[in-house]
């Protein structure tokens, strides 16, 4: 069953208690007033002997109209939840730990890591050792529902889609004798888009490059970490883009590949300096 037909059945159930509740609610504030509108002790008393019968058998009648809509809105709800599964739950469908037998994949732990970190729009980094000894190793940003063609700008036209990226290396905090360093983001945006690549061969966008060096400034310690965010831009109607912001933290104890985490960036200046990444990608692009 379609999930809106789901949700459509539980707003039914919702929309008809909410009904029948108003319905007998007024009823009563009608019996009510008609009480106290009497004119002495007796009258009242006739009215209320004359609205009870009334009253008994309209509220038999919202009960059993109440057990209607309860059933709709709790049958809506269920089928609405075990339709309406996210990408995280239809990833654990795949799973050993599935309740589903016949979704289940029979795949390696590897495997199944891979596929949990290209959920949705999700994205990954993950580092390619040097071949060389004396070579650097190189990271791999992944966008797993994104393609390289998908980056290229139709003449006169707007990209379907768009990638921006801002970067920092991080200096951790430290405490000494006489002072104490705040953690520190420097920006090295630059430093990462100036060896940025575009790489072919694989059904999503990857991007590679080096990361850059650390630096040290007088009596700071030196950089450690590296930050890097992503923005993922989609292309609406009236050339109107949604944006998704993710950000990847690499430390010298990271586990690959790296996931999104939910951290906003603490640059000095309170703002984020985008960088967009196009199809072709060229160096004369940063600097605009």
């Given at each position: ?287 605009e």
């Amino acid at each position: 069953m379609p999930t809106t037909g789901c949700a459509t059945l539980g707003m039914v159930g919702s929309g008809g208690l909410a009904v029948t509740n108003a319905y007998g609610f007024g009823r009563s504030v009608q019996m009510g007033l008609g009480v106290v509108r009497a004119s002495d002790d007796v009258a009242k008393a006739t009215v209320w002997a004359t609205a009870g019968t009334p009253l008994s058998s309209l509220f038999a009648r919202l009960n059993i109209a109440g057990l209607v809509f309860t059933v709709f809105e709790l049958g809506g709800t269920w089928l609405y939840n075990r339709y309406n599964l996210s990408e995280r739950d239809q990833w654990l469908q795949t799973t050993p730990w599935s309740r589903e037998p016949d979704q289940v994949h029979n795949g390696s732990l590897e495997e199944y890591e891979q596929a949990f970190a290209r959920l949705g729009n999700s994205l990954s980094l993950e580092k390619v050792p040097a071949e060389e000894e004396d070579g650097k190793d190189q990271l791999v940003l992944n966008c797993h529902a994104l393609t390289a063609e998908g980056l290229i700008e139709p003449l006169g036209q707007p990209a379907s889609r768009r990638v921006w990226l801002s970067a920092w290396r991080i200096r951790p905090e430290r405490s000494g004798w006489f002072r104490d360093t705040p953690e520190t983001w420097v920006r090295c945006s630059h430093d990462i888009l100036t060896n940025l690549d575009i790489r072919d061969g694989s059904g999503h966008l990857q991007l590679t490059f080096s990361p850059p060096d650390h630096s040290k400034s007088g009596p700071d310690p030196e950089t450690r970490d590296l930050a890097l965010m992503v923005r993922l831009d989609t292309l609406h109607s009236e050339d109107r883009y949604t944006q998704e912001v993710y950000m990847l933290k690499v430390t010298p104890d990271s586990d690959w590949p790296v996931t999104p985490v939910q951290e906003p960036p603490q640059d000095k200046e309170g703002r984020t300096f985008w960088y967009q990444v196009r199809n072709p990608f060229m160096e004369l692009d940063i600097f605009e």
